[in-house]
């Protein structure tokens, strides 16, 4: 299976408003909260999912992404954890029908993914939405769609 495909991966970053980043922090020198912060400057609604937080960019925290859906209709799951938690979230990515689930750079669980895929979820795997963004040139073309 591909889980690089470029034109998955630009519909689901010009298609898909609302991201739930798992494994959010509030720690500015994380990926996560550099990507969440880069991903709400460019105007994508970001829901921080993290039982040990709060707050983080001043937006409401919630300990996972079933609490989350209650108040917003997540449609990609960004996934900051280990390998070995890939397929729980992705098993409530699944309940919650959320449409895509990204899987961040080091995040390489070809399982999680084939399970992903066999319940409709487009997949994107080992990459940072950071990276593809201006490596496509979407930066300008996020809204167009």
Known sequence: ME??????????????????????????????????????DLGYNVVPINPNEQEILSKKCFPSLSAAVQEHDIQVVDVFRKPSE??????EAIAINARAIWFQLGVVNFEAASV?????????????????????DLATKIWEA
């Open 3 to 40: 889980y690089m495909d470029h034109e998955v991966i630009q519909f689901v970053l010009t298609t898909y408003r609302t991201w739930a980043i798992v494994g959010a922090s509030s720690d500015p020198f994380r990926p996560s909260n550099e990507v969440m912060r880069f991903l709400h």
């Open 86 to 91: 890939a397929m729980a979230i992705t098993q």
């Open 116 to 136: 992903a895929i066999k319940a409709g979820l487009m997949v994107v795997m080992d990459t940072c939405p950071k990276i593809e963004i201006p490596g496509l």
